[in-house]
């Protein structure tokens, strides 16, 4: 099985995106596929047109992968920003789709994948789709566009014609042989935001974890830590009563919150304002590796959505939570995927926005009577050769069923 990945992230850039399709990158070739990819690469990285990455072949095509300043104070500023950033994603766009032709004629790949970055990837996929009918999937990491998103997520982002997104996503949906998100909550959302049936070609496919690691250089081994950036929309007022409950009566056992990354201002603020501040530390940014270790060495670790019904989102980190092998307090929606695979499978406790059962989570984990919760299994889910065969299985599906797939 031939496999060409369209993704405008891909290593060496750092972003969870970019990390994350590299791993399903090397996972499916290690399942047996043959993998070229298609990728972005600033022109200022000075890296070479073509290398390999693991076990595959990557072609960079120059792009802009920076977020775009979209901040300006006047009115002909924010439109001068807006038009050179349209320029720059129609130019990777354009380039690419020329690689990616150029690779449907040498290497005959079987399927083509592309990644979102939101949609440039899958303008290229639906080019590929309708100039050489090579079966495609195309793969969303969450829903998209922006006014699909629940509240209290911002609907608007950074879009400039919702209509034309809508427009766009509906025709994509329409023309891609499959489609590939990380659970089912997002599939319906999408499916009933857009008015596709999609749910006859999707596949829920989880994230792959990063794995456990040995210590790291910080002792968390007492504290509940949150791996990776913590916005607004998920400052949650309960989780610091909580931790200001249960601080006293586990004094000694339980450090406190260790958030290892960006994390909003408003949370902190909030945290120095209920006396917190010798409970909550905030560390910034660090390197992957070290993140992992930190992860590895805590006693427990935290994941937080924002306080919704539905939530249609899987974080990554929960991928890599699992596989660290460490208990996860996961503070989700009533209806959620991390909820489901907590109840399923074990591994941790998926609690509400409410002061009392967070508290409760922390008493179980940290406290005298707190017992080791078995997580190999959860873990295993997300592991990488799994999830690998999961996606064979995908694209062996789609092989057989799309008569325009190219002949071995």
Request: aromatic residues 8%; hydrophobic residues 40%; contains cysteine.
């Amino acid at each position: 099985m031939r496999v060409l990945i369209i993704s405008k992230t891909f290593p060496p850039d750092r972003r969870a995106r970019a990390l994350q399709i590299g791993k399903v990158a090397e996972a499916i070739a290690t399942a047996g596929c043959e993998v070229k990819v298609v990728a972005g690469m600033p022109e200022r990285a000075g890296q070479r047109s073509e290398t390999t990455f693991g076990q595959v072949r990557v072609s960079y095509v120059p792009a802009e992968t920076a977020p775009p300043r979209l901040g300006a104070k006047n009115v002909m500023a924010r439109g001068w920003n807006r038009l050179r950033v349209e320029c720059q994603r129609y130019r990777w766009i354009q380039q690419a789709t020329k690689v990616a032709e150029s690779l449907v004629r040498d290497f005959r790949p079987h399927v083509v994948l592309s990644s979102s970055t939101p949609v440039d990837s899958h303008w290229v996929g639906l080019y590929l789709k309708r100039r050489t009918g090579v079966g495609w999937v195309a793969s969303f990491s969450d829903p998209w566009p922006f006014q699909l998103r629940p509240s209290p997520y911002d609907k608007a982002g950074t879009s400039i014609c919702p209509a034309w997104d809508m427009h766009v996503i509906r025709r994509l949906l329409r023309w891609a042989d499959g489609v590939h998100m990380p659970n089912r909550y997002a599939i319906d959302m999408v499916e009933r935001g857009t008015g596709v049936p999609i749910r006859e070609k999707a596949w829920a496919i989880p994230h792959i974890g990063g794995g456990s690691q040995e210590c790291g250089q910080i002792d968390t081994s007492n504290w509940l830590a949150h791996i990776g950036e913590l916005d607004s929309p998920r400052l949650c007022r309960p989780l610091l009563e909580a931790i200001q409950e249960v601080s006293a009566e586990l004094n000694g056992k339980f450090g406190g919150l260790l958030c290892v990354g960006r994390v909003c201002p408003e949370f902190q603020d909030l945290a120095r304002q209920m006396g917190l501040s010798d409970r909550v530390k905030c560390i910034g940014s660090v390197e992957a590796g070290e993140a992992s270790r930190m992860a590895s060495g805590s006693k427990a670790l935290l994941v937080i959505e924002a306080d919704m019904a539905i939530s249609p989102f899987l974080p990554s980190k929960f991928a890599d939570y699992a596989c660290a092998g460490r208990p996860i307090i996961a503070i989700t929606p009533p209806a959620s995927a991390m909820r489901d695979y907590l109840q399923e499978h074990g591994g941790g406790w998926a609690v509400a926005h409410d002061r009392r059962q967070i508290a409760r989570a922390i008493r179980e984990t940290f406290g005298d009577t707190s017992s080791s919760i078995g997580v190999p299994g959860l873990g295993e889910l997300f592991e990488s050769t799994r999830v690998g065969r999961i996606y064979l299985e995908m694209f062996e599906t789609l092989a057989l069923c799309s008569l325009g797939a190219v002949d071995a």
